[in-house]
């Protein structure tokens, strides 16, 4: 069983709905080096969509998406 990579930077977003959560991924994610790993959680549902046209939209690569207890929790590595 493969674990995770570490994160860089965590922010919780949970409550938060669209755009909400992207707007602050984008800003949570300037804070980083290219490469860096930014692990988010949320609970909107729509998130796991949003996330996987904003990483495409933006060249960031989606590592890894996950639920726990009714959280998303998304890795996110910044391009």
Do not use: Y
């Not at 980083?32 to 909107?44: I, P, R």
């Not at 046209?53 to 933006?58: E, G, I, P, S, V």
């Not at 590592?63 to 726990?68: F, K, P, Q, S």
């Amino acid at each position: 069983m493969s674990t995770r990579p570490e994160a860089n930077l965590a922010t919780d977003l949970s409550g938060l709905n669209c755009p909400l959560p992207i707007l602050r991924t984008k800003k949570a994610l300037a804070a980083l080096e290219s490469g860096q790993l930014l692990q988010v959680t949320c609970t909107d549902p729509a998130t796991p969509t949003d996330f996987a046209a904003f990483c495409k939209q933006t060249g960031n690569e989606l590592v890894e998406h996950w639920l726990d207890e009714n959280k998303f929790l998304f890795l996110i590595r910044k391009r």
